[in-house]
């Protein structure tokens, strides 16, 4: 489905603003249907539709690539500043399966955007219908009563417990189970609320909201700028309770030291340089992980970078990227499998990407992780873990509920 089928009516303007104009980007997003794509306090933040697509299926990447491209909005005309970002720009969050479940793009009316200590404004529309203006404070969550989805704990752990067997008998090398809860809030959620704190929280991470899902990833499946690609891929994971003594540089060295964790970040590594090698005149691929700390968890990290021989988007990249061992498996079609005989759910747009392009093609997709489905008062966290032939089930039931204290503390609910 698409709205605003034709833009040509519109007037699209980008201006530069002073900094000190809007110091804080988040401080000023309505509280309806807010867009956003924070890191270390810049990116983008949007609100009003010019123009919206939903789309589901497997061919959902490129008919939203040529829905983006239908919309005639040229890079000759639309550049703004000339910096990536600025101009008009999609931001879209997308079904993880080739089921029905729509993936959505959303143009907005608004964009501001902050790259580099520079800040613009791009508005399509009449200009004076715009108004950037502090809004008034999001309330927290109310109330919040989050229990069982799906499946129970033991229902999942006795899933993982078949996953380890089929891998044991050499049906698939790795999957990745996810869990997902389901909550109540007292009263509508403000999303703002859960952005600002999972922004302040997670600087490292890619704050994001689409279509009433939210969360905070530190997974970044595709950036394009100009021929330059980027890849950050996280698997393995470790963590320690608050108050337990164990240091930061202990957590670490048990994560890095792990043959289990080294392995299920080495299918994850490589699954995403042969998925991106096709298009790249030059790949570097570290040959060890780095670890990525996070207040709730600690990864194994792998930055893949390279320069494209071609001129393909970055959604269609993150198309072709998608999904990886990650947050799917390998091989990829067995985990697929396995995964819907398993999980007992559909996962919506819980680890698809999601982010932002351009009108040049330029962009950032990460995977959507930590996150929450909002639905006024009604919540659906997820998480999921990566499961190896050497993976414990109640040592995966534990990372998943160190996962989901991302969201449940943004829901101030640390229990």
Known sequence: MSTAAS?????????????ATVPDLMAVLPPTAPLAWIQHGEGLVGWGEAARFTVSGPDRFQRAVAWWQSLGLSPELHAGLGIPGSGPVVFGSFAFADSPTPSVLVLPRVLLGR???RTWLTTIGEPDE????????????ADVVIGEGALSEDAWAAAVTIAVTRIRNGDLSK???????????????????????????????FTFSVAGLVGATPELLIAREGRRVSS?????TAWHAEGDGVTDAAVAARLT????????????????????????????????????????VTHLATEVTGT????????????????TAAVCGTPTAAAERLIADLEGMDRG?????????????????????RCAQVDGARLRLFAGCGIVAGSDPSVELAEAEAKFLAMRRALRQDD
């Open 349 to 369: 747009r819980y680890a698809g990407p999601v982010g932002w392009m351009d009108v040049h093609g330029d962009g950032e997709w990460g995977i959507a992780l």
């Open 308 to 323: 494209l021989h071609t001129e393909i988007p970055a959604l269609e990249l993150a198309g072709r990227l998608h999904p």
């Open 115 to 117: 790259r580099s200590g």
């Open 7 to 19: 833009l040509e009516s519109l007037t699209v303007r980008t201006v530069e603003l002073a900094a």
């Open 257 to 296: 030291g792990s043959d289990k964790d080294r392995e299920e970040h080495d299918y994850a590594a490589r699954s995403a340089a042969e998925l991106l090698r096709p298009f790249c005149s030059r790949l570097s691929v570290p040959d060890e992980p780095t670890v990525m700390a996070l207040p709730n």
């Open 175 to 205: 999957v990745v189970l996810a869990r997902d809860l389901l909550g109540r809030a007292r009263e509508p959620v403000d999303v703002r609320y859960l952005v600002r704190d999972l922004a302040d929280r997670f600087p490292e991470c």
């Open 130 to 141: 715009v108004m950037i203006a502090p809004t008034p404070l999001p309330r927290p969550p």
């Open 232 to 236: 950050r891929v996280l698997a393995g």
